[in-house]
């Protein structure tokens, strides 16, 4: 206890040392963020971003949303649904994503993904520093992927919840690309880690939630590329080594809501099915090991559902925010 006491102080000072002054944030409304300054890596100086709304009632009571690849935090109607549910709403752009990215940088490199953990315990220490200590993880896509690997790394911790929103666990590819390309990239980063690797031109999943095309969102595309750029071997490195440790050794030990849509899509080009399924992930993966995670786990599969589930249909993103708080409800997790 006392352990745990002198590690959240020493984080909280870190984020007062470090963290930036509060501003308004580009989505307004309420939405404040400020920067923290991380030690620098192999590639220079980094930072990360922690976006925050405080809901008017229960301060103590807060979530913390992480955002997939290619992604960064603009999902505003997720934040307003909890913040009007009396839950403080937090974010974080991690390193060398959206409002994180500093000149010069390779968006979203990362070498190992132990090295956004530092961008979390930012966020959660800003969170205690706020008094919010009934706190619960959202992690979409690799977002997912980090979350669950940071659980599982972080037993016994206060953070009471786990919800996932279609989390990368798996490698949407084929049988060969999956047991032999995979596996022999990730073994070649050691020695070549900045080696780029193709990731195809598929716009469809774009198309579909963009409003200029097939969606209903606005976004910024310098931060959520529309064409998908290369990727480094030691990126995919990583990935696969978090992979394979959630699948062969999890033991998550809080509630997960494990969430993604009943179906997966694929094709060069965009159908209307890229409306009403998974255009990124292979739901069967997601299912198969997001059972696995942990002793109590609650998987929901959500009809017509994206590959972000908040980002879905209006009918279906409302299904998605009431399966939300009726699970934390059911586990009385904010008690």
Excluded at 276 to 290: C, E, K, M, T, Y
Excluded at 323 to 333: G, P, Q, V
Aim: with cysteine.
């Amino acid at each position: 206890m006392k352990k745990s006491l002198l590690i959240l102080s020493l984080l909280f000072v870190a984020v007062i040392a470090l963290a930036s002054d509060w501003h308004t944030d580009i989505l307004g409304d309420g939405y404040k963020s400020r920067y923290v300054e991380q030690p620098d890596d192999y590639s220079g100086k980094v930072r990360s971003t922690i976006i925050r709304k405080s809901a008017p009632c229960r301060r103590d009571r807060g979530v913390l949303y992480i955002h997939g690849y290619n992604d960064y935090f603009f999902q505003r109607e997720m934040g307003d649904r909890f913040v009007d549910s009396c839950i403080s709403f937090y974010a974080v752009d991690l390193r060398k994503y959206g409002r994180s990215i500093l000149p010069g940088q390779k968006n979203f490199q990362a070498r190992d993904l132990h090295e956004y953990f530092a961008d979390i315990d930012s966020a959660l220490a800003q969170m205690h520093a706020d008094g919010v200590n009934n706190i619960v993880l959202i992690g979409h896509s690799t977002g997912g992927l980090i979350a669950s690997l940071y659980m599982h790394e972080h037993p016994k911790s206060d953070i009471k919840g786990l919800i996932l929103n279609s989390p990368f666990l798996a490698w949407n590819l084929g049988g060969f690309k999956r047991k032999v390309a995979v596996p022999v990239v990730s073994a070649m980063a050691k020695l070549f880690p900045n080696m780029a690797i193709s990731q195809g031109d598929n716009t469809g999943y774009a198309e579909s939630l963009l409003k200029s095309h097939h969606g209903e969102w606005d976004y910024n595309t310098d931060w959520k590329l529309f064409h998908s750029q290369k990727v480094q071997s030691s990126w995919i490195r990583s990935i696969t080594r978090a992979q394979n440790e959630l699948k062969h050794n999890a033991d998550i030990d809080v509630p997960v809501l494990l969430m993604h849509s009943s179906g997966s899509v694929g094709g060069s080009k965009w159908t209307p099915e890229y409306q009403h399924n998974d255009a990124v992930l292979n739901v069967s993966d997601i299912s198969r090991i997001g059972r696995t995670l942990g002793p109590d786990v609650t998987e929901d599969i959500v009809p017509g559902g994206l590959h972000d589930l908040v980002l879905s249909s209006p009918a279906v993103r409302s299904r998605v925010y009431d399966d939300m708080f009726r699970w934390l409800r059911n586990k009385d997790i904010f008690r």
